[in-house]
């Protein structure tokens, strides 16, 4: 049986990755490469003007995130499919991810097979998640909270404010009097977020903002 034909579009800020995706790619038959983009806002834009059936999305990238532009596709062009092929199967990235409806999730060390059988998998409408990451993803449902809510979730706005400012190693103080809240406030911000991104401690959330990017 013939594989199922898509077109696709590569998304890594690194174009050295992005070349050897493409080497790697372009001479199957049933890929067309339609487009590359090294950051999120240019994958959204260029999923508009090329509908692309597939998109591969890194996810650490300047400016909006493969997190980000993800929820930009899947809302303004859901037929586009997303395979995301990431450094980190941080249980906060795959589980926001996976609720946001991507078609398959990926590690960066996944050898040329994994790569072409998940491709193929999600051209025919089906999900694919990376071998390491299917116990996690299959225990989703399972982690709630006392109040039987999900243990994990997206960061809010103000959320993302804090963390970008504990980044800037600004105290508590500094970032209540930024922000116009109360040092009181601020510690809730703090913990609600360690909860969300199951972290123990600040290096923790240190080392996920990083991950996402946010780095200054």
């Known amino acids: ?18 070349d050897g995706i493409e080497s790697l790619l372009e001479r199957l038959p049933e890929v067309t490469i339609v487009g590359k983009a090294t950051n ?67 590690l960066k060390t996944t050898g040329r097979e994994e790569l072409l059988e998940a491709l193929r998998t999600v051209a025919n409408g089906k999900q694919y998640i990376a071998t390491e990451l299917r116990e996690l993803a299959a225990k989703a449902d399972k982690h709630t909270d006392r109040e039987g809510e999900p243990g994990y979730g997206a960061l809010t706005k103000r959320e993302v404010q804090v963390v970008k400012l504990i980044m800037q190693e600004r105290t508590t103080q500094e970032i209540a009097d930024q922000l116009f809240l109360s040092t009181a406030t601020v510690e809730t911000h703090r913990r609600n977020i360690m909860h969300k991104l199951d972290v123990r401690n600040t290096a923790g959330l240190v080392k996920y903002a990083m991950e996402r990017g946010w780095g200054a």
């Open 1 to 18: 049986m013939s594989a199922t034909p898509y077109t696709l579009l590569l998304v890594d800020d690194q174009s050295i990755f992005l």
């Open 40 to 106: 999120g806002k240019d994958a959204v834009l260029l999923t508009m003007q090329l509908k692309p059936d597939i998109v591969l999305m890194d996810i650490n990238m300047p400016g909006m995130d493969g997190i980000e532009a993800t929820k930009h596709i899947r809302k303004a062009h859901p037929d586009t499919r997303i395979v995301v092929l990431s450094m980190y199967g941080h249980r906060e990235f795959v589980l926001e991810l996976l609720d946001s409806g991507v078609g398959g999730y990926l």
